[in-house]
């Protein structure tokens, strides 16, 4: 079975940093996409970036680019997401997700979500 | 970078049917393939159309996606509709390597 395991929930105060994880199991890693989305509370689905895990290609998206890094370790299958001073406005449902298809892709599937709440 | 706007939200009876649009602010609706997602409460988001009306194994029939050029937009359609419809319907689409969502249609079945 093809699955995407996200870290779990995180709360952390402004200023400080943060790196979530994704660890994909049931297929080769590194013949796909991962990307990033986020779902801010009660909000829709923003695509933040994607990662080539082969070699660690990214793209962002301009919303996204300069606060975010996103990068992958290939020998553990596992892509990640940091930030290094997270803001009140991070808070959020972050969710990994394969992208499958040709150039364009689609995600499936989709990680569980890890919900980071910053809060003073 | 185009936008995709759906509506925000729709209601429809079960056994009905029911169909969510989604348009392209500019350039083709046909330039690139149009996706739908469910996401319903507190769950990740799961594949219910690609490539504009593929159907993932394991997702019914009664979920359709056709795509329409002459309103430059895309449309998912559910018919026999089930309480278990119920959810959030997001559409992705795709640009010179980014990645475009729709804001989301909220569905209710009563």
């Known amino acids: 079975e093809v699955q995407l395991v996200q870290s779990g929930a995180e709360v952390k105060k402004p200023g400080e940093s943060l790196r979530i994880s994704c660890k994909g199991s049931?297929?080769?890693?590194?013949?796909?996409?991962i990307s990033w989305v986020r779902q801010m509370p009660g909000k829709g689905l923003e695509w933040m970036g994607r990662?080539?895990?082969?070699?660690?290609?990214?793209n962002y998206s301009p919303s996204f680019q300069g606060h975010v890094t996103i990068s992958a370790d290939k020998s553990i299958s596992t892509a990640y997401l940091q930030w290094s001073s997270l803001k009140a406005s991070d808070t959020a449902m972050y969710y990994c997700?394969?992208?499958?298809?040709?150039?364009?892709?689609?995600?499936?599937?989709w990680g569980q979500g890890t919900l980071v709440t910053v809060s003073s | 970078n185009f936008m995709l706007t759906q509506p925000h939200s729709v209601s429809e009876s079960p056994g009905k049917t029911v169909t969510i649009s989604c348009t392209r602010s500019?350039?083709?609706?046909?330039?690139?393939?149009v996706q739908w997602y469910q996401q319903r409460p507190g769950s990740a988001p799961t594949t219910v159309i690609y490539?504009?009306?593929?159907?993932p194994s394991g997702v019914p029939d009664r979920f359709s996606g056709s795509i329409d050029s002459s309103s430059n937009s895309a449309s998912l359609t559910i018919s026999g509709l089930k309480t278990e419809d119920e959810a959030d319907y997001y559409c992705?689409?795709?640009?010179?390597?980014?990645?475009?969502f729709g804001g989301g249609t909220k569905l209710t079945v009563l």
């Open positions: 997700a394969r992208q499958v298809g040709a150039i364009e892709g689609w995600f499936d599937p």
């Open positions: 490539e504009d009306n593929q159907r």
């Open positions: 992705q689409s795709y640009d010179s390597s980014f990645w475009v």
């Open positions: 990662i080539d895990p082969s070699d660690s290609y990214t």
């Open positions: 049931g297929y080769s890693f590194t013949s796909y996409w």
């Open positions: 500019s350039g083709s609706i046909a330039s690139n393939y």
